[in-house]
Structure formats: C-alpha cells, structure tokens
C-alpha cells in the first residue's frame, strides 16, 4: 500500500518511513504541507500520515482540504452510478499536543486517529495495524452500500415503469381502439363526435399521468399486485 508520510523533521520521516517499509509498504515522503498536497493529488495514497506542525500548510489544514476534496467529489456521483464510491483516504495526525481541546481539533478535522510524540515503533508498527484494519472494514461496508444503493435505484425504476403501464395502458387501449373505428369508417351515423370526445378524454388521461410523473418530488410505493410494487401516481384526490 502506498503510504504518504508528511513531517518536516528528516529523522522522523525516516523512522516512520522504516516501520512502514517493514511491513511492506510503498513510502512516499513530503518535506511540508505543500508537498503532501501535492502528493496526494498526484499518487492517492489511501493512508496518510501528517505531522501537525508543517510549514506553508499544517497537517490540519492538509487533512481539512482533503476531506472538502472527497465531499466534493462524492457530490458530483449519481445514486445510481456503476461507479463504486470512492474509499476516503485515512488520515493519521502526529502531534506533540496532548491537550483534550487539540486533540478534538484533529477530530474535527476529519482525521482518523492520531499519534502523540515522541513516536514509539512498536505502537507507531500497532497503530498502522489498526489503520489496515479499520480500512479493510470500511471498504466492505462501502461495497454493500453501493450494492444496496444500485438495488434501491433499479428497484425504483422498475416501480416506476410498472407504475407508467398500469396508468397508461387502459387509457391508450381506449384511445387506439376508438381512434380505428374512427379511421376504420366503422362509427355508426351520429357517433363520431362521441368517438372523438373520448379519444380526447384518454389523451387527457395520458397527459395527466405524464404531468404527476414529472412533477413527483417524494415518490412512494404502492402493492401493485401480490409480490409486485410500483410508484404512486395517483392524483391526490383519488
């Protein structure tokens, strides 16, 4: 796994950059802020590791940026996209401050956990366990939700395609049926303005369905039959 280690202390870069290559990952190093945005927009590491205390951009700032950075995109992704939801980097913030009221700060960043100086490697080789750990949990909690999500969404497009022939069917029926008598020379003397009254009537009915389905902003389902939903688009006075 890649691995981003920001600190602008060369010692401590390298001794985080050890425990990590022990354990067969990939390190990436930045000397200050800047370059661990940087690298991050340029490698996406899945793990990251900053030091609070950075020159050009703290680790807080650079954890706060990433994370309006993955809102962001997660905003632009449709319910029902094929697109898996992207894993959210985890962040670790290395601290010298033990104060309650900092550490909350790393939390309300958006960190992930943090790790207070001095660095010892074997809790620094345990913490790392624990980040693999929580992400492999999460990457498959985030797998079902987009299987749920994707189920959801087509779900509710067979609902609604159930929904859209049961309304329209029976008015089209009508509607085509009185139309080739009409065409057909088949409509008794006198009938044909009845005849074009109610093939008038069912396009109405047709439009109105039209109009409920393009106008519903909180749609429900309804049993169509046993086994079977659909959409709602009754008129609210039916």
Known sequence: MRVLVADDDEEMRAIIAAVLMVSGHVVIEAVDGAAAWAAIERDAPPLVLLDWQMPVLTGIEVCERLRAAEAAAAAVIPGGSDVPSALPVYVVIITARGATADLRRVLDAGADDFLSKPLVPETLAMRIVIAERRMVADRA???????????????????????????????????????????????????????????AEQATRIADVVRRLATLREPRSVEYLRGTRMVDLSSGDE
């Open 141 to 199: 909690r985030r797998t079902a939700e987009d299987h749920l999500r994707r189920a959801q969404w087509v779900a509710g497009i067979a609902e609604t395609a159930i929904a859209i022939q049961h309304e329209i069917n029976n008015p089209l029926t009508a509607l085509m049926g009185h139309a080739a008598l009409v065409e057909g020379g088949l409509v008794p003397p006198g009938e044909a303005a009845e005849m074009m009254r109610v093939i």
